[in-house]
């Protein structure tokens, strides 16, 4: 509350000079757009004024306009990035606003959890982000009504949904959608985390252990992810991540594999979990929760004025109420575990019990490789996926070569 | 008695053309140069620029030995090649019979010409778009043909990772082969009506004359064409975005898309190693044709 106060004192001080800050982003599907506007509503009521700047598409799409804008001395006033590595070497140019002050004065070490978010923004014990919520990617998306009506229960997990897919491909239905680009490395991830544990995915990936890379564990990942692109037809392979949840969400697919954020897809849908649709933590084999999310960073400004709306801003993301709005629309966790979920839905609810847990916890793919590992892997693995000609064997070994050669 | 210093001759045009010598001193040779020295480090998201500091990260030919041992550089290359020569061909090819259609001194060439010329109007962006709706099998052309009752049709090129590329070509095509059409027609409509009549006197068909002796004469126009529609297909980036992404897999990447991605992911180097290969197949292809058609001038 006294941080509410604050930021209206604050409002009150600044009000007669709004300063626009201009913060970019790639929410831009249903359910992101919503959470976004709960963030600008919000910095908008301090007597500042969002300017929205949204990037179409994806994060690999924003990642190199983002980065190459701050980098190019054209920096906006604030944006949207995932933790770890992406932004270190922008902060040891000094391109980034130190936010330690407000961090300390908040105390923001005590009231976000889980301490790795806030590990990821520390730099040299400072402070450089401000996390929003977490977000995990371990999540199968299914659809009730399409299995009932094939006469089929309802899967609770992978094999399950491989299991049923000839009797649904025979009705015309997709058995799982899929999308181009990264989709496909997040369905290899969460098949490692699912198939060879979460131990092994993150010794492979933090601790490179090559012989494990190498190994049976891992080879039998790659036999999963093999079966997953026998059932899939190229025809129906569809652009956007929104795309192949939309497919579940009319019934003309079965099942997706995406993070949590399609859980606002299926809000905005009016779909209802546990009655319409299922989501099944760590693809229903192992309930487990990837930490990813998203936090923001502030580029650097000479203006104090920019300086104190970005500062306004970062206080603003982490107050109890915004938390509560943002993440609620967004299908997120929130960052703080003292704030009222009464309004949860089930999917989130699941996922707060496991984090409340904290054992099958883990980081985020971008907390452990350089975003330059990350879409060699990527590109591995959708060729593997539309080229039916290369071998799991091959696969696994391309894989671990860019394990190997990832700078540490 | 003073031989005046030949450094001081034409002192006012030098001056002149001094903001010309700094830019291209600079701003071409300068970041070409820093480009290719780049290339050889080992850097990742920021720029540098001292000798020491490209000392410190000095690898070598390391950038170029893991650019040719990926896979997706590779597609890149082969698809420029294919989208290249099919895209510059065609685009000659059609653009030249439209312009031939044009001269036949039709009723509303000006309605034929804008309707041609309308598709070079639109960006790469909303071209690609509009293409991969209508080679969509879920539910463009495939889709239609079969709901009238062609059950059997199949056109699946956009997800067929074999013919991926050319329907890059086809969406570039209907593009660009408009324009090349009216400079076509500024070009055929430059000869001389005199050359017309004496070639019917001597009996020649119209397309012998067309093939044998127009054509010779629009050399000129012909190479800008080409300068023009050879340095486009290079450039090609946001129609592939558009249209397939790069997709299915990796199978219609060009190398523009890598080298964007590379340069600005954090990977830098690899990102400048992509361009300084780009760089030097160009200039393979762009001096002896620099050499032949300058230096035949100078010589005279």
Known sequence: MTTLLAA????????????ELEVTHWWTSGGESAAVAEFAKAFDATGNKWVDGAIAGSGDVARPIIISRILGGNPMGATQLNPGKDADDLIAAGLMQDLTELATAEDWATILRPKSQMDSCTLDGKVYCVPVNLHSGQWMWTNRKVYEDAGIAPPTNWAEMIAAAPALKAKGIIPLSLAEGWPVGLLTEDLIVAYAGVDNYVSVYKDRNMDMARGPEFAAVFAAIDQARQIIDPKTVVPQWNDAVALVIQGKAAANVMGDWAGGEFAVAGMVAGKDFDCLPGLGVEPVLGTGGDVFY???????????????????MVTKEVQVAFNLKKGSLPMRSDVDLSAANDCMKKGLEILDKGTKVFP???QMLDRDSLNQINDVMKEFFSDLTITPEVAQEQFAAIIEAAPK | MNRPNPLFRNLTSKLAASPMIFIVLVVFIGSTAWTVASSFTSIKTLPIFTPQEFYDNWVGWDQYVRLWNTPRWITSITNLAIYGVLFTGFAF?????????????IRAEGVFRTIYLYPFALSFIVTGKVWAWILNPAFGLEKTVRDLGWTSFSFDWLTNRDMSIYTVVIAGLWQGSGLVMALMLAGLRGIDDEIWRASRVDGIPKWRTYLQIVIPMMRPVMITIFVIVASGSVRVYDLVLALTQGGPGNSSQVPSMYIYEKLFVGALAQGTAASSVLLLATAIILIPWIVVEFGKKSRV
């Open chain 1, 8 to 19: 209206t004192a604050l409002c009150g001080a600044t009000s007669a000079f709004a300063t």
């Open chain 1, 364 to 366: 985020n793919n971008s």
């Open chain 1, 298 to 316: 502030f580029p650097k400004s000479e203006d104090p004025e920019v300086t104190k709306a970005q500062l306004a801003m970062a206080s603003m």
């Open chain 2, 93 to 105: 090819i059609i653009g030249f019979l439209l312009a031939v259609l044009m001269d036949q001194k």
